[in-house]
């Protein structure tokens, strides 16, 4: 069973999202502090942690960067629970190490696929693993659909710039447009096209982070033709347009004295 670990001081959020997961087939621990989180990371090894930001004695971003130094830990996906909307806590907390972020007050079906999306990005495509460590459980996931959403994604990954559509990337996996939609659905919840959206945005998110390449260029890396149109797609997902997160994070730099 899919474990997943809740981390926040105020027992009604906690509480709210624990009952929910659990609706959904996950185990859940919880925790009420950054330090009581990292603790109960090491001791099980959860697939996931949903940790908020803001709590006392140990905040999420310490306990995030404890996660990710810890050999232990540092490869279990983080995703941060806040109310707040402002770009630098956002790139804060991607530097730590977080993978993604919920927004307060929760909207369920957010939280469903933000969780799915993850447990299924997380593990690399020639990883051999049962169908039930990379989908959402109550989904009707088959290890075909497992093997199916596996391809898509090492395709995806291997050229962003041309990525096929359905019709070809049924051919280039040996099925049919709707069998692949199917699986595709049923591994993350997402259509095809919404799955190479992410992937791409993922993507362009690293390499603002971890490249020089100005925004234009980073925008055409992963596909994206106008960059009005990556400029929009990236903020409807992060929350922060892709210059004000670049910007964050060169203030961030010169403020330690890295170059």
């Given at each position: 069973?899919?474990r997943?670990?809740?981390?926040?001081?105020?027992?009604?959020?906690?509480?709210?999202?624990?009952d929910?997961?659990?609706?959904?087939?996950?185990?859940?621990?919880?925790?009420?502090?950054?330090?009581?989180?990292?603790?109960?990371?090491?001791?099980?090894?959860?697939?996931?942690?949903?940790?908020?930001?803001?709590?006392?004695?140990?905040?999420?971003?310490?306990?995030?960067?404890?996660?990710?130094?810890?050999p232990a830990?540092?490869?279990?996906?983080?995703?941060?629970?806040?109310a707040?909307?402002?770009?630098?806590?956002?790139?804060?907390?991607?530097?730590?190490?977080?993978i993604?972020?919920?927004?307060?007050?929760?909207?369920?079906?957010?939280?469903?696929?933000?969780?799915?999306?993850?447990?299924?990005?997380?593990?690399?495509?020639?990883?051999?693993?049962?169908?039930?460590?990379?989908?959402?459980?109550?989904?009707?996931?088959?290890?075909?659909d497992?093997?199916?959403?596996?391809?898509?994604?090492?395709?995806?990954?291997?050229?962003?710039?041309?990525?096929?559509?359905?019709?070809?990337?049924?051919?280039?996996?040996?099925?049919?447009?709707?069998?692949?939609?199917?699986?595709?659905?049923?591994?993350t919840?997402?259509?095809?096209?919404?799955?190479?959206?992410?992937?791409?945005?993922?993507?362009?998110?690293?390499?603002?982070?971890?490249?020089?390449?100005d925004?234009?260029?980073?925008?055409?890396?992963?596909?994206?033709?106008?960059?009005?149109?990556?400029?929009?797609?990236f903020?409807?997902?992060?929350?922060?347009?892709?210059?004000d997160?670049?910007n964050?994070?060169?203030?961030?730099?010169a403020?330690?004295?890295?170059?």
């Open positions: 069973m899919t997943i670990l809740v981390v926040d001081d105020q027992p009604s959020d906690r509480s709210l999202l624990a929910f997961l659990g609706q959904q087939g996950f185990r859940v621990y919880m925790a009420s502090d950054g330090l009581d989180g990292v603790n109960k990371a090491r001791a099980s090894r959860p697939d996931l942690i949903l940790m908020d930001i803001a709590m006392p004695r140990c905040d999420g971003m310490s306990a995030c960067r404890q996660l990710k130094e810890d830990t540092r490869d279990i996906p983080v995703i941060f629970l806040t707040s909307g402002h770009p630098e806590e956002r790139v804060a907390g991607l530097e730590a190490g977080a993604d972020y919920i927004t307060k007050p929760f909207h369920f079906d957010e939280v469903r696929l933000r969780v799915a999306i993850h447990l299924t990005l997380e593990v690399e495509p020639s990883t051999p693993a049962p169908a039930a460590d990379i989908t959402a459980p109550g989904t009707e996931a088959s290890s075909f497992v093997a199916l959403c596996r391809q898509v994604r090492a395709i995806v990954l291997a050229n962003f710039v041309d990525v096929p559509d359905v019709e070809a990337l049924a051919r280039q996996t040996s099925t049919s447009a709707r069998r692949l939609s199917l699986a595709m659905k049923r591994c919840g997402l259509t095809v096209f919404d799955y190479v959206r992410e992937e791409r945005l993922r993507e362009s998110k690293r390499l603002l982070f971890e490249s020089d390449s925004i234009a260029t980073i925008a055409m890396r992963v596909g994206y033709t106008s960059g009005a149109n990556f400029a929009t797609a903020k409807a997902r992060f929350g922060i347009s892709p210059t997160m670049r964050a994070r060169d203030r961030q730099g403020a330690r004295g890295t170059p």
